[in-house]
């Protein structure tokens, strides 16, 4: 029943992130049915690959099938942002509060603490990334409230809250690397599965979490733009913040 519910939160989790960064993007039509169609096709790889238990234990050997992923993720969002120009000011163009609020869907992170419940994730890396993702969200879902409303904040808290953010994903990576089963530098849960090697929460490290870490790349260039500004209005681009 957990898996069932992960996948249609999952599901639900990417459509939300898609409406709230694509939707509010500005470029053009084309543009944003190119890019929701590169996503649709990662996700489709991963689950064909998930599907046929690619990413199971040793699945390629002493190269971890799932940080693997992750990296190539991560990498490919890099060299978007700093090869294409187009990619980085799309981006920067998205509300701020948008760009804050996706993170409050982060509060689903209390599946992991559900997944440990059940013996399927490891400790100390579920109650980490749990943890840790209730707390950034919901920040979120109240900073975000309160810009949308139109009301000003301090850059300095959103920054401290993006901070923090961050580094809850590279901290939960970095766990669920050292907790990865059949690695010969595998530190926890040597005896405990892991259900992130599985579908549908292998989606998670695969897809949601490079996605996330473009979004505090995104907020932390946008607060370093209007660094000379003592407040933060909703709704500005990054050019009007200063």
């Known amino acids: 029943m957990l898996d069932l519910i992960g996948a249609l939160g999952t599901g639900a989790l990417a459509a939300l992130n898609v409406a709230a960064i694509l939707g509010f993007a500005a470029i053009s039509r084309s543009a944003k049915v190119t890019t929701a169609v590169f996503a649709l096709l990662w996700v489709a790889v991963l689950v064909a690959i998930g599907a046929l238990g690619g990413f199971a234990s040793r699945s390629l050997g002493l190269v971890p099938a799932l940080p693997l992923a992750f990296a190539l993720a991560v990498a490919a969002a890099l060299v978007a942002w700093n090869a294409a120009p187009a990619f980085r000011r799309a981006l920067l163009s998205v509300p701020l509060e948008n760009l804050i609020a996706a993170n409050g869907l982060r509060v689903f992170g209390v599946f992991f603490l559900l997944l440990y419940a059940q013996q399927r994730l490891p400790a100390p890396f579920a109650q980490s990334a749990g943890i840790g993702d209730i707390i950034t969200g919901l920040e979120a879902l109240y900073i975000a409230a309160r810009l949308t409303?139109?009301?000003?904040?301090?850059?300095?808290?959103?920054?401290?809250?993006?901070?923090?953010?961050?580094?809850?994903?590279?901290?939960?990576?970095?766990?669920?690397?050292?907790?990865?089963?059949?690695?010969?530098?595998?530190?926890?849960?040597?005896?405990?599965?892991?259900?992130?090697?599985?579908?549908?929460?292998?989606?998670?490290?695969?897809?949601?979490?490079?996605?996330?870490?473009?979004?505090?790349?995104?907020?932390?260039?946008r607060l370093a733009s209007s660094r000379t500004s003592e407040r933060v209005t909703a709704g500005r681009p990054a050019t009007a913040l200063i």
């Open 149 to 221: 409303s139109g009301r000003r904040f301090s850059p300095r808290w959103i920054a401290a809250w993006n901070a923090f953010g961050a580094l809850d994903l590279v901290v939960a990576v970095s766990l669920g690397v050292v907790s990865t089963p059949g690695l010969p530098f595998q530190l926890f849960g040597a005896s405990a599965p892991n259900a992130l090697t599985s579908l549908p929460w292998l989606l998670v490290p695969a897809m949601l979490v490079p996605f996330y870490l473009l979004t505090h790349l995104t907020i932390a260039t």
